[in-house]
């Protein structure tokens, strides 16, 4: 069951969708210079992943999977590039 979403909060969800991958972007070539864990590593994948399926989800118009995808990836790249 999806909920229905007017245009005007589709829209922003997208926008918010891309500043959120750009945010994980740059979190990551942050710690890309460093020598990362095996832990740190499998990491990195996941929030790839995440970044890969939340672009698949906007080419698929299923806005609210995007976004929430590129919240995991956000949420997870800012723990990594804080340590």
């Known amino acids: 069951m999806s909920s229905a ?3 005007e909060q589709a829209s922003h969800q997208a926008e918010s969708t ?3 991958l750009a945010s994980s972007d740059a979190n990551l070539k942050k710690i890309s210079g ?3 864990t095996a832990s740190e590593q499998a990491t990195v994948e996941q929030i790839q992943s995440y970044e890969d399926q939340a672009k698949k989800a906007t080419e698929d118009g ?3 999977r995007a976004y929430n995808l590129a919240v995991k990836a956000n949420l997870l790249s800012a723990e990594l590039a804080k340590h």
């Open 5 to 7: 979403v007017s245009p």
């Open 62 to 64: 299923d806005v609210q």
């Open 34 to 36: 460093r020598k990362l």
């Open 18 to 20: 891309k500043q959120l």
